[in-house]
Nanobody, 122 residues
C-alpha cells in the first residue's frame, strides 16, 4: 500500500509561486507514474501535470504549460509541482496521485493524497 501526503499549499498573490510536494510512504513509487490534479469548488477534477516513472516524460495541461514544472526525486520517494506566475483561476485543491500508467485520466491512478489548498488572490 502507498500513502501520499501533499504539502506546500497556501495563500499567494497573483504572480507569485508555490512548490507543492508529494511524499510517498509505505512502498516506493519509483516504478509508478505520478500526476497532479486539481479541483476548484463546483468544478470537476482536472488534470494538471504528469511525469513518467523514469522521469523522462512529462505532460501538462494547457493551463499549466510554461508556468508549472513537475519533477520527482526517486531517492526521496517524493514528487513536486513547481507553480510560477500563479493566477486567481489556479485556486483549487491540488492532489497528487501515483499509478502504473502515465496518463491524464484520474481513474487510472491507484493512490491519491488528501490534497492541499492553493489560493491565489488578485
Amino acid at each position: 500500500q502507498v500513502q501520499l501526503v501533499e504539502s506546500g499549499g497556501g495563500l499567494v498573490q497573483a504572480g507569485g509561486a508555490l512548490r507543492l510536494s508529494c511524499a510517498a510512504s509505505g512502498r516506493t513509487v519509483n516504478s509508478y507514474a505520478m500526476g497532479w490534479f486539481r479541483q476548484a469548488p463546483g468544478k470537476e477534477r482536472e488534470f494538471v501535470a504528469a511525469i513518467s516513472w523514469g522521469g523522462d516524460r512529462t505532460n501538462y495541461a494547457d493551463s499549466a504549460k510554461g508556468r508549472f514544472t513537475i519533477s520527482r526525486d526517486t531517492a526521496k520517494n517524493t514528487g513536486y509541482l513547481q507553480m510560477n506566475s500563479l493566477k486567481p483561476e489556479d485556486t483549487a485543491v491540488y492532489s497528487c496521485a501515483a499509478g502504473p500508467l502515465y496518463t491524464v485520466v484520474p481513474v487510472t491512478y491507484d493512490y491519491w493524497g488528501q490534497g492541499t489548498q492553493v489560493t491565489v488572490s488578485s
